[in-house]
């Protein structure tokens, strides 16, 4: 079969295409229907191919194109089998007469492979939202509209924080499917169709939220509040379903995560003797599975409000508009967590290795996770100190927020405390790994003035908020989700990356984000408005403003080194070593790429992870060749 | 010294650098706007000990981190272990509760600021404001009603803002009085202001609120016992509703203090995301369905009571709110009650847009 053959027939391009026949039979079901009763259009309407379509079609239609989407790229033949009775087996490797790069275009159960398309389709996703960015930085540059609209400018940076967010998700997704049944000493995850399930949905919701661009944009941020969303173009109602559509990603995965920890870990491997990075997982899949539900409801509200008139958040027929502030951030603020405790367990994973040492606190490590996860859902409340809730609550929120410091210092002082008198090396993982540990600083000293209700007045909706959300961002996960790329890079290639480019990177990175970072605080204190498509001259913004551009610029452009990194190294770079870091974890005592099944014979474990420096100890023991009984 | 040498080398760093970060960076790095309220001054001084406790917190981990990368790291040929330390409880709970006070004592020191921040205080003066998709209003309740687009407030006189919007979430704020409270259709929201500096701010809309959030400003005076005399005289003694003419009533409608047509539609020709009203009586408009209309009072009408309905061909078909039919009803009732005459505002606006040739 032909290259362009396999690419063709792949499950990516069926499931556009089920896709869009599905959105098509959908509107035209709807609309049929309509077109019966005699009704005419309401909502926002959309004139496609002549008629003006109503936007309840429109939504009805979304919702048929995701299921389109899912049965045309094969997701859910499975469970339809099951249901008229067929038995159908787990299906390992490429199909037949298909070569092994085939499995990463199509559905495939294998947790590696989800992992790994999970990944990529996370950087590509990564590279779209950061291009949103840079189109709108350039506009930012100077006072005055130079290329965008105020419709352009506001609808490229609303799409800009959704498409980071699920980004961001499916980083999350790629780390703990690749990551946590290699370290518990699993051979899979313990669903494997329903993580499948959770990757391919996040597909057609990406694509949703993308096209809301084309269908008039929105203007409402990636909050999304009410009553602004309820009077905006039909954008926003794509971005609100495809929003919505990817909540069943990510609790079907947490799901997962949490049951394959709990119930698959090698012999011997307590709670407390799991390599850190899966108490992360565990505790974000945790926020994850109670959390999404809410936000979930929040934007269901909001689309039957635009589509059917159901009335939750407009004033005028009664509904309450703070209401859909709390609904959204109940969820929101914990997802924060979501991202950044993976991106903290890579931090806590990686610093042992390279300084030789013990992980400093392992279990206050592993307990400040599970902290850092419940607090997150005391905190809410902090995102809405001006928008007009009763005084009391002002002064109890202030107080549960200030208390997220405590467990994220002590995340801080242990790490700090494993660096000391460790025997570091400068690896490009160790690199990022420092550069993380500095950013996320940033992003954690520009908190707390958040969170003392009288600071914040000032600062709230100002530049600041967007330097203190980026730093946590960029130090909570993408600078630890680029140290993890680099560090097991060789474990899902077999090759080792160009250390050289791997350096450049950072020393492009790191400095560009300091400056982007403390320029976007520095335009917040002088009163800078967040969301702003325009700027009046004679403020004294402008020179910061340049440098942020220029910053913004750098970063992209390192991101690309990275890229391009990987893609050339997969190709031309020599083997890399069974273990090149001299890990202790499991996954490094294997062969890379590590084989179909994990273990060829399952390992129990004999120490602690992180006892470098101890002779004589290693973590696992893999166990001797079952004795023919 | 001895084994406690790295210690008192990092301590003494950190102070060093703490004062270095203090002073030379971020104190030139974050500068707050001029402080012009009395608000500003209890706010300033937590920023301060915000601005202390970063210094100080960024050194501490940085210097610590920078240290150990340079003093301790691993040398060319040294493929040994560092040493097997696991942890140490004593120090656990030594970073885990002296945080806490800290976190408490900030809490606290927020706490009776916020405090001070929203209670009331003898002899406030009330102002409604009015935000909408793009303007804000201000109305004096103690100055028969005075209605203005700009804000004008006495020196050293304590207000109490009123705050409350016609469409969506706004959020006032005036960086130099450095608090902010958003605007919520459906509730009335308050904020406390002492200006204590004479001179001209700008409110700027803090939440997203639209196509045009950028620019919605409005202007802020603060004046002089004198000057704020003046001019609340000079306003309350402006013509009743039912004195002006139409045209002068149509000119009132359209501009900030009326219904802010004039944050979308201009009287100079040029058109950003609406039609101009120069010359648009009489004239023939394309619309988007193909057909063409004249502009008369009829097709006036029902563009005001109906935005969606005709839309001129080239633009947004979403922009403009669609309860202007409501808030003039209003507007009218509320004058049929004071002054006792009918007035139709879009008769008013009719009238002022055929003297725009």
Known sequence: ?629 | MGKYKHFIIVAVLVVLTTLGLKFLVFGPMFQLPVQASEQGVSIDTMFEGHFWMISFLFALIMVLVFYSAVVFRRKPGDETDGPHVHGNTALEIIWTVVPVFAVVGFGIWGGVTLKQLLSPVPDEMTIKVTGRQWAWSFQYPEYEDINSAELVLLKDQPVVLELSSSDVLHSFWVPEFRVKQDAVPGRTTTLRITPTMAGEYKVRCAEICGFDHANMLAPVRVLEQAEFTAWADERMNAPKFGEMTPEERGALWYSNEGFACEGCHTIDGTAATAPSWLSVYGRSEQLTDGTTVTVDDAYIRQSILDPQSQIVAGFEAVQMPADFGDQFSAKQAEIAATEGVEIDIINDIIAYMQTLK
Do not use: C
């Open chain 1, 1 to 629: 079969m032909g290259k362009l053959r396999i690419i063709l027939t792949s499950a990516y391009v069926r499931g556009l295409i089920g896709q869009l026949v599905g959105t098509l039979l959908g509107i035209g079901f709807l609309e049929a229907i309509r077109g019966a009763m005699g009704l005419s259009p309401t909502g926002a309407t959309f004139n496609l191919f002549g008629t003006e379509v109503a936007e309840s079609s429109f939504v009805f239609g979304a919702i048929i194109g995701v299921i389109g989407f899912l049965s045309a790229a094969g997701v859910l033949t499975d469970w339809f089998k099951w249901m008229i009775g067929l038995k159908t087996p787990l299906n390992h490797g490429a199909p037949a007469g298909k070569p092994e790069w085939s499995r990463y275009l199509n559905v495939d159960v294998n947790h590696k492979v989800i992992g790994i398309q999970y990944g990529i389709t996370s950087i590509l996703v990564l590279l779209v939202g950061g291009i949103f960015a840079i189109i709108f930085r350039i506009e930012l540059a100077q006072p005055g509209m130079q290329w965008l609209t105020n419709d352009q400018y506001n609808t490229l940076f609303s799409a800009h924080g959704i498409v980071m967010i699920a980004s961001i998700l499916l980083g999350v997704g790629a780390m703990t499917n690749y990551l946590v049944p290699l370290m518990i000493g699993a051979s899979d995850m313990a669903f494997p169709r329903l993580n499948a399930f959770s990757y391919w949905v996040g597909v057609p919701s990406v694509v949703l939220i993308l096209a809301g661009m084309a269908v008039g944009g929105w203007d409402t941020g990636w909050v999304g509040y009410a009553p602004l969303s309820l009077r905006a173009p039909l954008g926003v109602q794509l971005f609100l379903l495809g929003f919505w559509i990817n909540g069943f990603s990510s609790i079907a995965s947490a799901i997962n995560v949490i049951v394959t920890t709990a119930t698959m870990r090698a012999k011997g491997m307590t709670w407390f003797r799991m390599p850190i990075f899966v108490w992360a997982a565990v505790a974000a899949s945790l926020i994850q599975f109670t959390a999404t539900q809410t936000v979930g409801v929040a934007l269901m509200m909001s689309i039957a409000e635009r589509a059917i008139g159901l009335n939750f958040f407009s004033p005028v027929g009664g509904g309450n508009p703070i209401l859909y502030q709390h609904l959204f951030w109940f969820y929101s603020h914990p997802v924060v967590y979501v991202f950044v405790l993976p991106g903290l367990g890579v931090i806590s994973e990686l610093l042992p290795v390279f300084t030789r040492k013990p992980l400093f606190g392992y279990k206050w490590i592993a307990l400040s996770s599970l902290g850092i996860a419940l607090v997150g859902f005391l905190v809410w409340a902090h995102h809405m100190f001006t928008a007009g809730m009763a005084d009391s609550l002002r002064y109890l929120f202030m107080f549960t927020t200030m208390f997220v410091a405590i467990p994220t210092g002590v995340k801080f002082f242990s790490w700090v405390a494993t660096l000391w008198e460790g025997k570091m090396s400068f690896e490009t993982p160790m690199l990022f790994t420092l550069g993380a540990i500095s950013v996320f600083l940033i992003g954690g000293i520009s908190g707390p003035i958040l969170g003392t209700v009288p600071t914040d007045l000032h600062l709230h909706d100002s530049y600041w908020v967007v330097g203190h959300f980026h730093a946590t961002m960029f130090g909570g996960f993408i600078f630890p989700f680029f140290a993890a790329l680099y560090y097991w890079y060789p474990k899902i290639t077999g090759r080792m990356y160009k250390e050289s480019l791997g350096r450049l990177h950072f020393w492009l990175m790191v400095p560009g984000f300091w400056v982007m970072s403390f320029g976007q605080m520095s335009l917040g204190i002088a009163g800078m408005r967040r969301r702003i498509a325009d700027y009046e001259a004679g403020l004294g913004f402008e020179a910061t403003h340049i440098l942020v551009t220029m910053a913004a610029l750098v970063i992209g452009w390192s991101v690309l080194i990275m890229v391009y990194n990987f893609i050339s190294s997969a190709r031309t770079q020599e083997k890399a070593a069974t273990n090149p870091w001299r890990s202790r974890s499991p996954e490094w005592q294997i062969p890379s790429p590590a084989p179909e099944f994990n273990y060829d014979v399952p390992f129990e474990v004999v120490g602690d992870p992180y006892d470098y420096g101890l002779d004589e100890s290693t973590y696992i023991q893999m166990a001797p060749a079952p004795a023919g009984d």
